[in-house]
Structure formats: structure tokens, C-alpha cells
């Protein structure tokens, strides 16, 4: 039943802002080309970030929860929209991925992608020393926040498709015994809510939206596997930005029917 009601006010949360977020963000100009060259506002984490501090405070006005419990968490979510917004308003584009980033740090110059790298990974840090205490599973549990916030963002370039894979991430922690999903409803709550927009392309997730998803499945997963199995996500989501570098996710999409069929479904076009 807590379950229910954290989705029910994350999406309440969502239906009463995201029009007027929306507004905001066309009035300012932030907006970017889709993959159809099509002007949308871009930057959607902060109505997830909002969606889950609204339903954690009242959650704990009701009495049904503790909001401190999830402090470390709704930290995390912070940092990651605010890093992401960043570059969602002043990046360029002008370099991507592990390699651009890094080699532009190695040289002295500082991106809003090498900032999001950097600040991303020290907070992912931060917040993995609350889920345990021994050293090495602080680093594993980080690499594993900050990779799951690295390859939503890696999907967000076509409608729906960072949402799909967030809810096949929410799906397989159901299926998880004890899994920390609590974190992760009011968040569930808004994206259903929010979908309709991404999947007709009137607005696009961005770096902050697509970072906020990311990284509350990645908390979600750290906090709810054993250290095993979070080695065998790391390695496979590593493996996954390594191929990102190299191949083109779309084009294998495009290519495989099963995958081009579950990407095209429940878009607008």
C-alpha cells in the first residue's frame, strides 16, 4: 500500500508541475534539436527530483515513513540534476563520451561533460559510504551509481527509449526478494505520468532527466544486491559504454526487429 502511495504522489507531483516546468523551459530558450531536427525543451530531472522530495515530506507528514531515512538519496538525485542541468543548458556537444571527456581534463580544460564525470563520480562516492562501510564496496557500489547514470543518458536519443530502459530496471528489481524499491516509486510515478511527452517528442529527458533515472536505479540496485551480483552489473554496464564509444546504439537498434519493435512501441512517430 506505501508503495502505491509513494507512485500516486510522484505522479501527482509531475501532472500538477511538468506543464508549467515545460513553460518555463521554452520561455528560456532551452531547447534542442531531437533526431528529427525538431526544436524541444530539454531537462527534465528536476520534475523527478521534485517528484521524489514531495512525496518523501509528505510521506513523513502523513507518518507512513521517515523522510531522513531517504536524505542521502534525494542528495544524490541533487547533485546529479543540478551537474546535468548544467550541461543540459551550457554544453556544446563538442565532446562526448569516457575518451572526449578525459582527454579534454588531461589537457587542462574543463567541459560540462568532464564536470558531470568528475562531480558525478565524487558524489556517487559520497553517497555509496551510506550504503556500507567497507572500502572496497563503497567504490563498487559508485561505480555503480554513476555508470547506470552514464548509460541512460547514453539511450536518451530517441522518444521513450531512456524511459523503457528504466522501467525494465524497475521491472527486474521487483523480481529481486528485500529489493530497496521505495526509493525509486515516486520517481516510477512521474515517468509515467511525464511519458506521453518523450514518447510524442514535445520534450526530451536530457542530460538531468536522464541522469536523475539513472542514478536512483543505480542507488536502488547498489542497495539492494549482493556485492556479487553489483560486480556483474558493473562489468556489464562498463562494457556498455566502452561499445558506446565504438558503435552506434541506434543503428544495432534499427537493425534487430525484436529491439527496433520494443523501441518503436508506444511512440508517436
Given at each position: 500500500?506505501?508503495?502505491?502511495?509513494?507512485?500516486?504522489?510522484?505522479?501527482?507531483?509531475?501532472?500538477?508541475?511538468?506543464?508549467?516546468w515545460?513553460?518555463?523551459?521554452?520561455?528560456?530558450?532551452?531547447?534542442v534539436?531531437?533526431?528529427?531536427g525538431?526544436?524541444?525543451?530539454?531537462?527534465?530531472?528536476?520534475?523527478?527530483?521534485?517528484?521524489?522530495?514531495?512525496?518523501?515530506?509528505?510521506?513523513e507528514?502523513?507518518?507512513?515513513?521517515?523522510l531522513?531515512?531517504?536524505?542521502?538519496?534525494?542528495?544524490?538525485?541533487a547533485?546529479?540534476?543540478?551537474?546535468?542541468?548544467i550541461?543540459d543548458?551550457?554544453?556544446?556537444?563538442s565532446?562526448?563520451?569516457?575518451?572526449?571527456?578525459?582527454?579534454?581534463?588531461?589537457?587542462?580544460k574543463?567541459?560540462t561533460?568532464g564536470?558531470?564525470?568528475?562531480?558525478?563520480g565524487?558524489?556517487a562516492?559520497?553517497v555509496?559510504?551510506?550504503?556500507?562501510g567497507?572500502?572496497?564496496?563503497?567504490?563498487l557500489?559508485a561505480?555503480?551509481?554513476?555508470?547506470?547514470?552514464?548509460?541512460?543518458?547514453?539511450f536518451?536519443?530517441?522518444?521513450?527509449?531512456?524511459?523503457?530502459?528504466?522501467?525494465?530496471?524497475?521491472?527486474?528489481?521487483?523480481s529481486i526478494?528485500?529489493?530497496?524499491?521505495?526509493?525509486?516509486?515516486?520517481?516510477v510515478?512521474?515517468?509515467?505520468?511525464?511519458?506521453?511527452?518523450?514518447?510524442r517528442?514535445?520534450?526530451?529527458?536530457?542530460?538531468?532527466?536522464?541522469?536523475c533515472?539513472?542514478?536512483?536505479?543505480?542507488?536502488?540496485l547498489?542497495?539492494?544486491l549482493?556485492?556479487?551480483?553489483?560486480?556483474?552489473?558493473?562489468?556489464?554496464?562498463?562494457?556498455?559504454?566502452?561499445?558506446?564509444?565504438r558503435?552506434?546504439?541506434?543503428?544495432?537498434?534499427?537493425k534487430?526487429?525484436?529491439?527496433?519493435?520494443l523501441?518503436?512501441l508506444?511512440?508517436?512517430?
Amino acid at each position: 500500500m506505501r508503495i502505491a502511495y509513494l507512485i500516486a504522489l510522484g505522479g501527482v507531483f509531475a501532472l500538477l508541475v511538468q506543464g508549467m516546468w515545460l513553460g518555463m523551459l521554452r520561455g528560456s530558450g532551452l531547447l534542442v534539436p531531437n533526431f528529427q531536427g525538431k526544436e524541444i525543451p530539454v531537462g527534465m530531472g528536476p520534475l523527478f527530483l521534485g517528484s521524489a522530495a514531495f512525496a518523501f515530506w509528505l510521506g513523513e507528514l502523513i507518518g507512513f515513513l521517515s523522510l531522513s531515512a531517504f536524505l542521502s538519496f534525494l542528495f544524490l538525485l541533487a547533485g546529479m540534476v543540478l551537474l546535468g542541468f548544467i550541461d543540459d543548458a551550457l554544453g556544446n556537444g563538442s565532446s562526448r563520451g569516457f575518451r572526449g571527456h578525459f582527454r579534454n581534463l588531461l589537457r587542462g580544460k574543463l567541459t560540462t561533460g568532464g564536470l558531470k564525470a568528475m562531480g558525478g563520480g565524487f558524489l556517487a562516492l559520497l553517497v555509496a559510504t551510506t550504503l556500507t562501510g567497507e572500502p572496497a564496496r563503497i567504490f563498487l557500489a559508485a561505480l555503480l551509481i554513476a555508470l547506470s547514470a552514464n548509460t541512460l543518458n547514453l539511450f536518451d536519443l530517441r522518444p521513450g527509449r531512456a524511459l523503457k530502459l528504466f522501467w525494465l530496471g524497475v521491472l527486474i528489481l521487483v523480481s529481486i526478494p528485500s529489493s530497496k524499491l521505495f526509493v525509486l516509486m515516486p520517481i516510477v510515478g512521474a515517468s509515467l505520468v511525464y511519458a506521453p511527452l518523450d514518447l510524442r517528442a514535445k520534450a526530451m529527458l536530457g542530460d538531468s532527466g536522464s541522469n536523475c533515472l539513472g542514478c536512483a536505479l543505480g542507488y536502488s540496485l547498489a542497495a539492494s544486491l549482493s556485492w556479487q551480483w553489483q560486480l556483474a552489473v558493473v562489468v556489464f554496464l562498463f562494457l556498455l559504454n566502452l561499445l558506446s564509444e565504438r558503435y552506434s546504439f541506434s543503428a544495432i537498434i534499427e537493425k534487430n526487429p525484436l529491439l527496433r519493435f520494443l523501441d518503436l512501441l508506444g511512440r508517436g512517430q
